[in-house]
């Protein structure tokens, strides 16, 4: 125990160290300039560029505009898997490059900056992980894809927030019981919505573990009409003011079908950009976090995820520096329990076909 909670404070030191990495803001001129010399140089390097909804608007619209994805994890795996691009530029975290490199091994996988990780990743290393396994060998691990390739090589399946009940209940209904890691609030959901018996690591994410029910219920008297959506990896008791849960995919489908015209959204305010590209006559508000206090390590918009800029994007696609690297062992051992998610995915619908 005291271990863990050692581990949450350098976690949050972490935390608080990447929000003063930030990247400076460029001039609009600038912007312009160096958008074009990305496109350029995307095409010369046969590299598609594989975003997800939480990193800088301008890189998720750069995205679109050259043929790549904007996404959640488990579509930006799908994709750099099946497109035909030499090499796969992954904007967002460490593990989501990971992943990108055990799906497509032989192509070249960068990203803009390899300091990009995640409080989940942190929060369950792979020493810790095996010892629990070692400790329950009678339980199936499964494992959400915020993990190192490391703990997925342990895993005996991974699975994604969109995937994560469909897998749990497949499980269950073959009896079987469930160690669950790493975050706990999403691992709360899931036994929740499944019934399964799950024993649960005790991680969590800095940005949703942040969202507070109290100031939410004083946001939600301002805006009697708003709708809450919310991400599972929040606490349990903001899910139970939400009206959608679901990944950032399920939450984006939710802002298109819904009649609604205002919603509170429980996730990274990065997902905004398609939200409003979607429906902009609708109105989103940020759910409230534990305050804009200067102890605030998340104030809604993930730390890490605010590293990818058009800066270090460009850099890495003229330096071919900052590759993902993992050896074959690695990957080999990494690609079963993602192999078992991407199967079982497809045979239930859940990967779109023909994304790529
Ligand atoms: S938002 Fe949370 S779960 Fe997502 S990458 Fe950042 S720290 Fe990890």
Redesign the pocket.
């Known amino acids: 125990m005291t271990q863990l909670k050692s581990l949450s404070h350098s976690i949050q030191q972490k935390?608080i160290l990447a929000k003063g990495m930030m990247p400076a803001p460029m001039g609009a001129f600038a912007t312009e300039q160096i958008i074009e010399k990305i496109k350029t140089q995307l095409k010369e390097q046969n590299a598609v560029l594989v975003a997800?909804y939480?990193v800088d608007e301008k890189l998720q619209q750069l995205a679109e505009e050259t043929g790549g994805l904007i996404s959640d994890s488990l579509e930006m795996a799908n994709f750099g898997r099946n497109h035909p691009a030499t090499t796969l530029v992954v904007c967002?975290?460490r593990?989501m490059g990971e992943t990108a490199k055990i799906l497509s091994p032989n192509k070249r996988v960068l990203m803009p900056t390899l300091e990009?990780?995640?409080?989940?990743?942190l929060g369950c290393p792979a020493a810790e992980f095996k010892q629990f396994i070692e400790q329950h060998p009678d339980r199936t691990s499964v494992v959400y894809a915020?993990t190192s390739a490391e703990v997925k090589g342990l895993a005996d399946w991974t699975v994604t927030s969109s995937n994560a009940v469909a897998i749990i209940n497949h499980l269950h209904s073959q009896g079987e019981k469930i160690l669950w890691a790493p975050?706990r609030h999403l691992g709360n959901w899931v036994q929740a919505m499944t019934g399964a018996n799950m024993l649960n690591w005790e991680g969590h994410?800095?940005?949703?573990d942040e969202f507070r029910t109290n100031s939410l219920k004083e946001l939600l008297t301002e805006h009697p009409d708003a709708v809450v959506i919310a991400h599972p990896?929040s606490p349990e008791e903001l899910l139970s003011m939400a009206q959608v849960i679901g990944s950032t995919k399920v939450l984006v489908n939710a802002i298109n079908t819904m009649e609604a015209q205002k919603f509170i959204v429980a996730?990274?305010e990065g997902i905004f950009y398609k939200m409003q590209q979607l429906q902009p006559d609708k109105e989103f508000i940020v759910a409230p976090t534990g305050g804009k206090s200067a102890t605030c390590t998340?104030c809604g918009?993930?730390?890490?995820?605010a590293l990818n800029s058009l800066q270090n994007l460009s850099a890495v696609l003229e330096k071919g520096d900052r590759e993902i690297r993992l050896d074959k062992s690695t990957i080999e051992k990494a690609k079963i329990s993602i192999s078992r998610m991407m199967d079982f995915s497809t045979q239930q619908g859940l990967i779109v076909q023909g994304d790529a």
């Open positions: 935390a997800h939480y967002g975290v593990f990009a990780e995640c409080s989940l990743d915020n975050d994410c800095v940005v949703h990896e996730t990274d998340a918009h993930c730390p890490w995820m």
